[in-house]
Every structure is written in structure tokens, then in C-alpha cells.
């Protein structure tokens, strides 16, 4: 059964939020304020726009700052929403997603969950919302370094339209415009 799908955010892990939110500016891009959470700093760019960009800064201690020594700066999750995630993640059942463990709180709290497969170097957070934003996207393209073999994961979470795999580098087009990820570090 295909779930309708709707691309929330990009959420890029990037050393300053500050240095990449002013790399963005030369573009007219509408860049939020920062925000400071417990485990991070965050700025939306477009984050009135359906798929905007989401930059974080990992704090001193905390996954986060974990993903960061681990992975190094890049795409930390693409989030999409749906309007039921309990069947949304039942037709999951066979994909090769798996649950990440915090999803066991997080669905009961928030209605979110997240999956991780290795290889794909990026989680997909799935959030429940009452309805679907549609309208254009402001991330319109993300490539991501992963083999094409697990195109098949991209496509069972409705991603496969905007989410490509890419031998070299990731990457991101932002209204037509493409930007290297390095760009923001």
C-alpha cells in the first residue's frame, strides 16, 4: 500500500549555524533566528516553505555532538510527514528500514519515529501531522553518497523524486540552484 507523503525539512549537522546561514544569505534565502535547544543550535532557512532547510549546530555533549565526531558534518535526517505513522511505519514491514531505538519514546510522545539503515548515510524522521503541506518544495534535490542499491529504501518512504544516490559527493538544490554541502562547513 502507498502512504501519501509529505517532505517536511532537510536538517543539516554543520560545525557553525551561524557561518552556513551567512553563506546562505548572498542567495535572498529567508533565514530564520537561531534557536538553542539542549543538545543544539538551529536556524531554519525557508522554514515557512514545504521542505526547507533546517541548519544544527551540535553543543558541547549529546547525540548529536556524537553523530558529528562519528560522521563528520553533512545531512543528519530528511523529515517527512504523513497522516499515520502507525500504518505508515506497519508498510515499512520488509523495506530494510529499522526503528531506531529513541523511536519507542518518541512515537508515544511527539508521534515521531526515526529510521536509520546502515549504508544510507542519513536517518528519515517521520512525523504524524493532521494534515499534508503541499505546494512547492524549497529543497527540491538532495544527493547523498550511498550505493544505488538501497534506492529501493529511498523510494519506500516516498523520497525517491527528490533523494538520489551519488558516488562522489552530497549535495542539495535549492530552488534550481545546486549547492555542495562543503559550502556550509
Known amino acids: 500500500m502507498k502512504f501519501e507523503i509529505s517532505p517536511s525539512h532537510v536538517a543539516v549537522l554543520v560545525p557553525s549555524v551561524q557561518k552556513a546561514a551567512d ?24 522554514g515557512s516553505r514545504r521542505n526547507s532547510l533546517l ?6 555533549t549529546g547525540s548529536y555532538q556524537r553523530a558529528l565526531k562519528k560522521r563528520g558534518p553533512g545531512i ?18 520488509g523495506s530494510g528500514w529499522l526503528l531506531h531505538l529513541y523511536s519507542l519514546k518518541s512515537i508515544k510522545d511527539s ?23 503541499d505546494g512547492p518544495l524549497f529543497v527540491d534535490g538532495i544527493t547523498l553518497k550511498f550505493d544505488s542499491s538501497l534506492a529501493s529504501l529511498v523510494k519506500s518512504v516516498g523520497l525517491d523524486e527528490i533523494v538520489k544516490p551519488s558516488k562522489v559527493n552530497s549535495g542539495l538544490t535549492i530552488q534550481g540552484r545546486s549547492i555542495e ?5
Not at 529567508?30 to 531554519?44: A, H, N
Not at 543528519?76 to 514491514?93: M, R
Not at 536509520?116 to 503541506?133: D, M, N, T
Request: glycine share 2%.
Open 76 to 93: 543528519h535526517h530528511l523529515a517527512i510527514d504523513v497522516l499515520n505513522i502507525e500504518k505508515f511505519l506497519s508498510s515499512l514491514s
Open 181 to 185: 554541502l562543503s559550502s556550509l562547513f
Open 55 to 60: 541548519l544544527m549546530e551540535a553543543k558541547e
Open 23 to 46: 553563506y546562505l544569505r548572498q542567495f535572498d534565502y529567508q533565514i530564520g533566528e537561531e534557536e538553542v535547544f539542549e543538545e543544539t543550535r538551529e536556524i531554519y532557512v525557508q
Open 111 to 133: 508521534k515521531t519515529a526515526y529510521l536509520a539503515r546502515p549504508g544510507f548515510p542519513a536517518l528519515i524522521e517521520v512525523q504524524e501531522k493532521k494534515k499534508l503541506s
